[in-house]
């Protein structure tokens, strides 16, 4: 009966809770989240050059995200299908608002100032998006036809685009593919697919366009980032050099040279991942991704396991959306994906971010346990 709550049922009498019901928390992803929270402080220290001042602001961003998480994972299901759409409308507001009276910083116009605080309405739509589109999703029969997918299409582009604008690439990639993966787990059939992959093809010349020269010069970059070895691709070339030179166990703990002695940039915050092989190796960095995927797999097993549509396609989106971030970072670190300033997640330094995974899984959380509460 250890950490065992008593309670009473019309039907079937006395019953108990465990102290993770009573929380709703879900065990198994909170150590696998508090196990990668840990390993990011560990390789944050260094990376960090043992400033505790960075040290103590992460934490206290930890310490905020796991409010979050907890909170969120009290609100059940469905309180968020009933806020669904007014959280979606809302988040757009904010980021129209935010092209208008924006706070600038970094070159960029991605915060609203509400005095206490600084608040990044893309990072809301992360939530959002999926929340609305799922909550488009549940009553229909699926897979979803043609018309519902245009408008999903209009849902999810209006912020995509918004968020671009800014300009924000990396933020409005993940808020396409979350949008994108609800329609992936609604049954998108393989002619939709097709039709689709078929529009970006032809528009992606048109966008480019569209695009800051900075974003056109990470691209080229990409291909060969020799071209500019002092300029745009500076970063990657460092970040290589990095995670090369820490071979297989690593030059050990607080001891990289290329973050401390600052030939790699951004090294607390998107090119974490470079001072982790550096310092750790190709074993820690296999530790760390077998840790990201026992979150992950925690995910898909909530999803596969939803009560009914609306859940299963939020869940599945939090996780495929978690998922691509972590991928997406690690590929743009060492060399095989493009830099689009995605940080790392639950490693990286930031709140914004941090915040908005924690409450991803706090929304897991409150799918998971509150099934279990009303099938026990």
């Known amino acids: 009966m250890l950490f065992k709550t008593r309670f009473q049922t019309k039907n079937s009498g006395t019953q108990y809770r465990t102290l993770w019901q009573c929380l709703h928390i879900d065990p198994y992803l909170l150590t696998s989240v508090l196990l990668l929270l840990s390993m990011g402080l560990l390789i944050l220290y260094s990376a960090g050059n043992q400033n505790l001042q960075v040290m103590q602001q992460q934490l206290l961003h930890i310490g905020f995200a796991l409010f979050i998480m907890i909170l969120f994972a009290q609100i059940t299901p469905t309180t968020y299908q009933r806020w669904a759409p007014w959280l979606y409308g809302l ?41 609305c589109l799922a909550w488009q999703c549940h009553k229909l029969h699926l897979p979803i036809s043609g018309k519902t997918i245009w408008q999903a299409c209009v849902i999810i582009l209006i912020p995509v685009v918004l ?16 949008g994108a993966s609800v329609l992936f787990f609604a049954g998108l059939r393989f002619k939709v697919v097709a039709i689709l992959s078929s529009v970006f093809v032809v528009f992606a010349p048109i966008a480019w366009h569209f695009m800051h020269t900075y974003q056109k010069q990470r691209v080229l970059t990409f291909f060969n980032p020799e071209r500019d070895p002092l300029g745009t691709g500076y970063h990657i070339i460092q970040s290589k050099i990095a995670i090369g030179s820490g071979g297989f ?101 930031g709140g914004s971010s941090m915040v908005t995974f924690m409450a991803s899984f706090g929304i897991l959380m409150s799918i998971q346990m509150h099934r279990k509460l009303l099938t026990t």
């Not at 608002?97 to 893309?122: C, D, E, F, T």
């Not at 968020?163 to 979350?178: E, H, R, S, Y």
Request: with cysteine; net charge neutral.
């Open 91 to 131: 988040s757009l507001v904010l980021l129209v608002a935010v092209l208008i009276v924006g706070h600038i910083g970094k070159g960029a116009q991605r915060w609203l100032n509400l005095g206490i605080l600084h608040l990044q309405p893309s990072e809301m739509m992360k939530l959002a998006i999926p929340m």
């Open 249 to 349: 166990f690593g030059k050990g703990w607080l001891a990289g040279t290329q973050s401390h002695l600052h030939f790699l940039p951004e090294h607390s915050t998107d090119f974490i991942f470079a001072v982790c092989g550096e310092e750790f190796g190709f074993l820690g960095s296999i530790i760390l991704i077998i840790l990201f995927m026992l979150m992950i797999a925690r995910g898909l097993y909530i999803t596969m396991h939803a009560q009914d549509t609306f859940t299963r396609l939020l869940a599945g989106s939090l996780t495929l959306t978690t998922f691509v971030s972590f991928f997406i970072n690690m590929g743009m670190v060492i060399g095989i994906l493009p830099v689009v300033g995605i940080p790392l997640p639950l490693i990286s330094y």
């Open 163 to 178: 968020t671009a604008k800014q300009p924000d690439l990396g933020t409005a990639i993940l808020l396409a593919v979350a």
